[in-house]
């Protein structure tokens, strides 16, 4: 189960501004998001880069001692870094069921994105996290204001599960054959994290994605993992603005 991590990680305390290192991928095959077919050359990939628009970056809120959320400090980054002729978008989500909600919805209604990438930590992993899968019962752990929902799921009456158009095992495989160590999943941990990715999938047509960041390892220093969140987020084939 991927929970909040309990631990900051380096990289943005003291208020000194990181040194960004260069993440470089190398060309390989992805996948089109609606046939599900690998193209063989990466100038043929759609990604997100491509033509203009707004993608928005969710990270979250305090959670229990922690007056930053490490989640919310990479979404920063990012914002400071940029997406080339994107506009980035930052949003922090409150460690809460009803506000959470509530923002996610506000996000689809008001800036109509492009695309929406939610961060969230993966408690003791060493390596980035993609996830496929939003799921929409069983939430049974209470938020930061002792709240846990009556029915125990996101969206009354909505699907079991709803999946990302993006075929995050592609990406992941195009990622680790430039030798960066990602790994696939399809249990976000029915908390928060997965929560605010279904409540995304479901307003947005399912264009968004779930990444866990580690709280463990090189890669927990903001330094290192903001540059590799922005190679990430550059090669997603861009999703159908329809589903």
């Known amino acids: 189960m991927h929970q909040i991590h309990k631990g900051l990680p380096g990289g943005f305390g003291g208020g000194q501004r990181p040194k960004w290192t260069t993440v470089e991928l190398r060309k390989s095959k992805a996948a089109d998001p609606k046939t599900g077919q690998s193209t063989t050359s990466s100038a043929n990939v759609r990604c997100v880069m491509d033509g203009g628009g707004v993608v928005v970056v969710t990270g979250f809120g305090p959670f229990r001692q922690f007056l930053v959320n490490p989640s919310w400090e990479a979404a920063q980054g ?4 940029g997406l080339g002729e994107w506009t980035v978008s930052i949003k922090e989500l409150p460690v809460s069921y009803v506000k959470t909600q509530q923002v996610i919805a506000e996000i689809w209604q008001t800036l109509k994105p492009k695309l929406a990438v939610h961060l ?3 408690r003791g992993s060493s390596v980035v996290i993609l996830e496929q899968t939003g799921k929409n019962s069983s939430y049974r752990d209470k938020d930061v204001c002792g709240f846990c929902p009556e029915s125990h799921c996101c969206v009354q009456g909505g699907p079991e599960k709803l999946d990302s158009v993006i075929n995050m095992r592609v990406v992941s495989k195009q990622l680790r054959r430039a ?3 990602v790994v696939y999943s399809r249990d976000a941990g029915r908390y ?3 929560f605010a990715y279904y409540c995304s999938l479901y307003h947005g047509q399912r264009r968004a994605a779930l990444i866990h960041v580690p709280s ?3 890669l927990a220093s903001a330094d290192r993992l903001v540059p590799l969140l922005r190679t990430l987020i550059q090669t997603i084939p861009r999703p159908p603005q329809k589903v």
């Open 78 to 81: 990012l914002k400071l870094l």
């Open 120 to 122: 969230g930590i993966a």
């Open 179 to 181: 030798g960066i160590d």
């Open 192 to 194: 928060l994290c997965d």
């Open 216 to 218: 463990a390892g090189s």
